[in-house]
């Protein structure tokens, strides 16, 4: 399916080397339909038009140059056709800053996997020194190479696109990712060229429907693109010592044998008013859009640094959202002199301060040394079985009248404090999964059921049916007796 052209270079050819070797453990880079990628300069309108594209605002956009650095993944249908796309950061070949060598690093990765590239132009600014040497670049992949001509929102900047002919490429459309005219034409021509997926792609992109969506969450620079990287094998996101490198929370699948994975490498939280630049306000609530649609999150805590109280409110919003929680302990490598004791107090610190998530397995982990990271996919399959794990009726009817409405020794606290309320509890049922919600039906009394008593059910539930990783949520009924 894939069309392979001579590889662009620059300075050294690792910078756009095959993806041959990840593909061994078969990560599928959007699915595996037809890739398409956008490239282009700084600040031309890339994120807008792939924006447009997918009929969603995925990409973040602004007016600030360099605020995609990864690459972002979407889907288009169009004419009955699907593709998928990937939107690149802006290119400035020659820039040796961290950021920028490492976006046209990224920018390189999906033009060597990619059959057809859209290169996005300014209109209105015409041909410039950098379009011509991205022209040059661009011609030595021997890809499919369609220029969009962004911002032709008048018939005179629409006429002038045509100067872009003398880059050597035949397929020249004016468009305007704001407004969306011309975008039709660009589709039409785009889908015409592009190759089929084969019988058993299609299978892979029908097994998206039992897709596990894993979320890596953490602070800024505690290694989150690191310890995605290592996962997937290959160079995917910008790692760097820089805080706050990930600005967009950016979609990979990866393959196992057992399971086919979308993670979510999610944008560093910081406190919303930390957050001063545009473009990480933007992520801190990308992030949070993130968490709502994740099944599992991997909180990374730094273990130099030790647990903090921004890592506590970042778990405490994977678990408003619902997600099933594993607390990864990121930099393991760097303690020195470990002993079991050490290992115990870290997450005895840990536990004290995430009281809340008592239910959540803890691993020491280092990206940099792949020291036990493979150990994190197989926990994530379990704790998405647990969140997707119904109780019959018979068997919570006998966990009932076991655990509730008669625990043996008086194991379980009053359902009000003092218990001296006529507040009794008359059963309870399964109302939903992901994460499983019970509904405990009440009656008699005044005031709702005491903390420690739901905490009891939690546990209790947790204990006989094995909900590992997972929040339980528990509704309470009251049912008041009619007055005669």
Known sequence: MRQRGTKMTFGSTESFQSMDRAEERAPVASSALPLVAIVGRPNVGKST?????????????????GITRDRIYGEVEWSGERFSIVDTGGIVPDDEAVIPANIFKQ???????????????????????????????LRATGKRVLIAANKSESARIEATASEFYKFGFEEVFPVSAEQGSGSG????????GLERASNADEDIVASHKRELRLAIVGRPNVGKSSILNS????????????AGTTRDATDTLLKTPDQ???LVDTAGIRRKGKAAEMPEKLSVVMAMKSLKRADVAIVIVDAEEGVTALDAHIAGYAYDAGCSIILACNKWDAIKNKETSTSSQFERDVRERMKFLDFAPMIMVSALTSQRVD?????AIRANEARNRRVTTSELNAFFE??????????????VKGGVSRLHVQYMTQASVRPPTFV???????????????????????EQFDFFATPLRIVEKHKQRKKR
């Not at 038009?49 to 140059?65: A, C, M, T, W």
């Not at 008669?406 to 379980?412: F, H, T, V």
């Not at 405990?440 to 947790?462: A, E, I, P």
């Open 185 to 192: 034409d660009l589709l039409d021509a785009l889908i015409a």
């Open 260 to 262: 086919l994975f979308r």
């Open 375 to 379: 150990k994190l996919l197989p926990l």
């Open 107 to 137: 920018a390189g990765f999906a033009i060597d996997d990619a059959q057809a590239l859209i290169w996005v132009v300014d209109a209105r600014e015409g041909l410039t020194p950098l379009d011509e040497e991205l022209a040059k670049l």
């Open 49 to 65: 038009l792939f924006n447009r594209l997918i009929g969603q605002r995925k990409s973040i956009v602004g007016d600030e140059p």
């Open 440 to 462: 405990v039906f009440t009656s008699g009394g005044k005031g709702g059921l005491h903390f420690s008593y739901l905490r009891y059910l939690q546990n209790r539930l947790r």
């Open 402 to 415: 076991h655990a509730v409405s008669q625990p043996r020794g008086g194991s379980a606290p009053a359902p």
């Open 231 to 242: 996962l997937l094998g290959e160079e995917r996101a910008i790692v760097s010592p820089v």
